[in-house]
């Protein structure tokens, strides 16, 4: 099956600082979704973006489709931004647009 | 709509006994699918329905695990003498099927504990 790798694995950020996060995919996809995953469990939506670029205030999200990675941005990071950041595919001969999920990257921001 | 929802959101259960979960799905949503997650990793997909036809199930669903979804409206995950391994976040999610959009959406999670 497709592989989902995600880098960094963890990450501790100064509150204002920028980052980015990469997702890297072994095969070509036809869903790819990143999402937060607050400290009680809930996975929140961020993007859904099998290609292009999207934004959404201080988070932006670019998918390149072809070289297989998509790559999430975010600016002026806040403590709110803290916890689990997945990157999950889906392939074109997947059954039924099922998530595969990278491991994630944990993200700490402090004051 | 409110979302996905899922019941209850913690259960605790003594190894040897049988739990249901259940979830209610996006209402215009025909795909509902279940996922499990253990600490640290990310979710894993155990199977899906579109409408009330179960069409694809992992081999992570043993033979203990069963999910119904009897109107293609909310589904169960049954877990038949449940034990320690079992313990983990389960999920639920629904999409549309059709193109351009197949986003996913998913509920809160239901934390299961087996002691």
């Known amino acids: 099956g497709i592989q989902v790798e995600q880098s960094p694995p963890d990450l501790i950020l100064q509150e204002g600082a920028n980052s980015t996060l990469r997702c890297n995919f072994s095969d070509s996809v036809n869903n790819l979704q990143w999402f937060h995953q607050n400290p009680w469990g809930q996975l929140i939506n961020l993007f859904y973006i099998p290609s292009g670029t999207k934004q959404n205030g201080r988070l932006s999200a670019t998918t390149v489709a072809t070289e297989r990675y998509s790559l999430l941005y975010i600016s002026s990071s806040q403590t709110t931004d803290s916890g689990v950041y997945f990157c999950a595919v889906a392939t074109f001969t997947g059954g039924g647009n099922k998530l595969t999920f990278g491991t994630g990257t944990q993200l700490k921001v402090e004051l | 709509d409110t979302g996905v929802s899922q019941n209850p959101r913690h259960k605790i259960t003594k190894r040897g006994q049988n739990v249901t979960f259940r979830c209610d799905p996006i209402?215009?949503?025909?795909?509902l699918y279940w996922y499990r997650q253990t600490l640290g990793q990310g979710p894993e997909f155990l199977t899906y329905?579109?409408?009330?036809?179960?069409?694809?199930k992992s081999r992570l669903l043993s033979d203990r695990f069963s999910a119904e979804r009897p109107k293609g409206s909310f589904s169960t995950l049954e877990i038949q003498r449940t034990e320690q391994g079992d313990s983990a976040m389960y999920l639920c999610a629904s999409s549309p099927s059709g193109r351009p959009n197949t986003e996913a959406f998913f509920g809160q999670g239901t934390r299961l504990t087996v002691v």
């Open positions: 329905f579109q409408n009330e036809a179960q069409l694809e």
């Open positions: 209402s215009e949503h025909n795909r």
